[in-house]
Structure formats: C-alpha cells, structure tokens
C-alpha cells in the first residue's frame, strides 16, 4: 500500500490519500508490460497496406512484341514485375496485427504500470471543480500550481469529468485526459506527470483492485 499527499486546486496541501494495488513479481514486470505495450501499439495498427500482384495488374492481354529478331529479351506480358508498372512481388496485403493477451495478464500489467510511476503521480481533491465554462487557461494555471511545467506530458485520469473539463483539456496539446475505468498501460508510461482526481483513485481500486 503507497499512502500519497493530495493537492487542492488552488496547490494547498489536502487530505492523504492511499493507493493499493497487486503489482508482478520484479523477475517478471518488464517482461509482461512490454508485451502490453506491444500489443497496445500492434492493435492499433489498421493493416490495410495493399499491393497488386501480376494477376492484379491491369493489361498485359498479348505479347508487347514478337518472340523473335527484335534484338530485346524476350517479354510475355506487361504486367510482368520486372517491368515498369508491372505486378509488385510479395508486396504487402491486408492483415491483422493483433497480438493476443489474456485478461489477468492485462490487468496485471497495467496495475504494475500504474504502481511504478507513483513518485510522478499528483492527486488532487477537486480537479478544476470551479470551472463552470471550457477555460484553457485556468487548466494550464491550475497545472502550473500542482507543480507541473508548461512542457511536461500530463494524463489527466477523472472519474467523470464534466464537458467543461473535456473542452479545456482538448485545446492543449501536452495534456490528455482520460476516465479512470477506461486506463492503458501505454498512456500511462507515455506521460511525464500523472495528475488522478480522488474519487478516480478509488474507482480504480474498485474496477482494478483483485
């Protein structure tokens, strides 16, 4: 169990705050979230780069030219790869990099993920409770008060943050937010800062504890 100190909005020190969360064996922890990383990243990607073999090519319905007493190596087709325009050999079709992985293991990985950044980690009481319209700026000067810099990647991780909250967050490029039942190993490792809402904390505990 890791007992951290949150921050209120305005930067005052608030209430402590307890995060409890079974992590992989030292021996094993690099070695499964990288596997999740990989399988995060390998999932995304839409496999949809495609190439025309010579049978897909168009043309090549006779000889470009006789067989014989042209002087040129002899050609049957158009569509030949060895020529320009022609069919691409073993080029790339469409397919699916999805890496597989079981639940347990995810979820494992992601909690080891989230326990090994805790000295970055920042809880606060009331994440920009005040703002009652999208306002960039008070999210930068908020930021700024929690003691992150204008250049560092923050994950903002709420349990339900408001529309406001999501509007002021979206016009900044460094700072992504995301809902506290919705994690991922890869944001998590990606980020400089993690700045978790209290109510978030325990909703992780609840989705993410056993």
Do not use: C
């Amino acid at each position: 169990m890791k007992s951290i100190e949150s921050l209120k909005w305005d930067g005052k020190k608030g209430s402590k705050v307890s995060l409890d969360l079974k992590v992989a064996k030292e021996s094993s922890a690099s070695d499964l979230i990288h596997r999740a990383v990989l399988r995060q990243l390998a999932n995304k990607r839409q496999g949809t780069a495609s190439t025309l073999t010579r049978s897909e090519v168009r043309g090549g319905g006779r000889k470009p030219y006789k067989q014989k007493g042209t002087g040129r190596a002899r050609q049957g087709s158009i569509r030949t790869p060895l020529r320009p325009g022609g069919g691409i050999i073993f080029g790339p079709k469409p397919r699916s990099y999805n890496l597989e992985m079981n639940r347990k293991e995810r979820r494992l990985a992601l909690r080891t993920a989230l326990m090994s950044r805790i000295s970055d980690l920042t809880p606060v009481e009331d994440f920009a409770s005040n703002l009652n319209a999208p306002k960039t700026k008070e999210i930068i000067e908020g930021l700024l008060r929690l003691g992150i810099e204008k250049n560092q990647k923050v994950l903002v991780i709420l349990e339900d943050p408001s529309i406001n909250i999501k509007k002021s967050i979206n016009n900044i490029q460094n700072v992504k937010l995301i809902k506290a039942d919705q994690l991922n190993v890869f944001d998590i490792l990606n980020a400089n800062k993690l700045v978790i809402g209290n109510s978030a904390i325990q909703k992780i505990q609840e989705v993410y504890g056993s």
